[in-house]
């Protein structure tokens, strides 16, 4: 039976990652990736894992190649966008609804439901995103969210090819060709955004973020995501956490790469003022770790998102379940932790 010990140590400042650090927004991302599985008719699973801690850009650019260039950027903020219907769906026009109703859909208010054109967790969290038991969950195994929409569109009488091979894009645009039937998009859309509103995917904030965050002096934090800056600030808002002065998404023209390289967490430090080897990373992701680890700081690995198992033996200084484990106060000239292993 181990004893857990207590780690006491001093830095400067703290470099935060973002989703899976400070914020769930898992189950909303995954059905995003999700989604962009079943666009590129890929494994939603795969895709899934593929694409954990990494930059929506990089991840639009290796599963949709055809992306050119000059649209990637609004290509990233569409499907950022995205990403937040999905966190709010359930809220705005599911069973979570004031008026427990679809009646302010994006289609039928008239504005266009999150989209990406052709060629363009908590471990429960992530499990259950696309139908994969937790553990401690065998019972009640919910299908998939592709299962789910092709039985909802189904239920419609819409032919099969038309649930997968048309994008959700505004109606007036002609996605489906010569065969465009707006009745039959209209079914289409409507079943997957009843399917987006069945589950609560709104975004959380994690255990002990805001009593860690609150014993930090302006100045002394930063943010550095794999997030660009519309699904990085949304996250961040919705659970009341004011993004600080330095925040480095994704999409800052600055960085030479993202995450697993180091670049976010030197500019963040950077930026800070602060030598990076001073300062202390908060990761969740393999790939953010690595970056951490490379960047010099010391690293805190929490298992919000991933197992022990698969964040153990990255480098990471140390590797603790939540931010609850870490203590720490400024003593007017430094940063003092306290970790409980």
Known sequence: MSTATMKTFNADAVLFDMDGTLTDSIQAVEAAWGKVA??????????????????????????????KAHEMDDEVTKFEESILYFADAYK???????????????????????????????MSSRASSFGMTPPGAQDGRRPSFATRLGSALGMSAIPEPDVYEPTFEDADDDVWGEDWDP??????????????????????????????????PEGHYAVATSGAKTYAYGCM?????????????????????????????????????????????????????????????????????????????????????N????????????????ILE
């Open 38 to 67: 079943l666009d590129i008719g890929q494994d939603p699973e795969y895709v899934i894992a593929a694409t954990h801690g990494k930059r929506a850009v990089d991840n639009l650019a290796q599963f949709k190649p055809s992306i």
């Open 92 to 122: 705005s026009h599911g069973p979570g609804s004031r008026r427990n109703s679809m009646v302010a859909t994006p289609l039928s208010s008239g504005a266009a439901t999150p989209a990406l054109s052709n060629g363009s967790s908590a």
């Open 183 to 216: 009745k039959a998009y209209e079914h289409c859309l409507n079943a997957w955004q009843i399917e987006a509103a069945k589950v609560d995917r709104a975004v959380q904030i994690l255990p002990g973020v805001k009593e860690l965050m609150s014993c930090l």
């Open 237 to 321: 808002t919705r659970v009341g956490i004011t993004p600080p002065k330095v925040t480095i998404t994704a999409d800052d023209k600055r960085l030479k790469a993202g995450k697993p390289a180091p670049d976010p967490f030197l500019l963040a430090a950077d930026c800070l003022g602060f030598d990076a080897k001073r300062c202390v990373v908060f990761e969740d992701s393999p790939s953010g770790i690595k970056a951490g680890v490379a960047s010099g700081a010391t690293v805190i690995a929490v298992c919000t998102s991933h197992p022990r198992e698969k964040i153990e033996g990255l480098g990471a200084h140390y590797v603790v379940e």
């Open 323 to 338: 931010m609850n484990s870490v203590k720490v106060h400024w003593d007017g000239e430094k940063l003092v932790f306290n």
